[in-house]
């Protein structure tokens, strides 16, 4: 469907298209780096107690806790570059459930870990709670 020269998104009934779904996914983030693993067979779990980001559609703000386990292969998540990694969601559209894959995929692109599990746990909105979890392999 066109209207002068424009493709028309479609709509759901409460207003959601296209470009709300797929806000933030391809944004450039921060790098994570990782440094040299020197054991093996042990698990980190990391809690982001601090988590925001903005909703793509209401433009309000997410609040959330982000948790990431995971079991270190060759290489570690370096803690400082995945803190101003999480940061650069402060200002970022993007649904909590695009936010939670994106971080996993970002994690295993950056350590490539033998397992891997991220978390989100977000605060009520509208007397709704949601956690979304997303896992590697």
Not at 18 to 29: N, W
Request: glycine fraction near 6%; aromatic fraction near 10%.
């Amino acid at each position: 469907m066109r209207r002068k020269g424009k493709k028309i998104q479609p709509v759901t009934r409460l207003g959601y298209n296209e470009r709300h779904a797929k806000s933030g996914i391809t944004t450039p983030l921060p790098d994570i780096e990782t440094f040299p693993n020197q054991y093996k067979g042990y698990e980190i779990t990391i809690e982001i107690p601090e988590y925001t980001a903005i909703c793509p559609k209401t433009k309000l703000p997410d609040f959330g806790t982000i948790t990431l386990q995971y079991m270190p292969d060759k290489e570690c998540l370096e803690l400082k570059s995945l803190k101003m990694y999480i940061h650069a969601y402060r200002n970022l559209g993007i649904f909590y459930e695009n936010a939670v894959n994106r971080i996993m995929l970002d994690i295993v692109k950056a350590c490539r870990p033998v397992w891997a599990k991220v978390t989100g746990t977000f605060a009520a909105r509208g007397g709704l709670r949601s956690v979304i979890e997303a896992r590697f392999p």
